[in-house]
């Protein structure tokens, strides 16, 4: 459901439905920063959440916050 609702916004942001050739959609941006910052460590679901939020496009944030507080909420 992230992934769609990230791939959409970042869509609609860019005023197309197709994705560009050769540019990594914004989920699989945030799961190479995951993997990056956490490789070999615990991470919780906060942190989780906070880097997916760094790839958060302004259609998708509530009350122009860049934050997943509401999709949590929400689930």
């Keep these: ?3 769609t609702m990230l791939k959409d916004g970042a869509a ?3 005023g197309r439905r197709v994705r560009t050739a ?3 959609e914004p989920f699989v941006r945030a799961l ?3 993997r990056q910052r956490y490789e070999g460590k615990a991470i919780s679901t906060r942190e989780l959440l906070d880097v997916f939020a ?3 496009p302004p259609a998708l944030r509530y009350e122009d916050k860049k934050s997943l507080d509401w999709f949590w909420r929400a689930g």
């Design 32 to 34: 190479r920063r995951v």
């Design 12 to 14: 609609q942001e860019a």
């Design 54 to 56: 760094e790839e958060l």
């Design 22 to 24: 050769g540019v990594d």
């Design 1 to 3: 459901m992230l992934r």
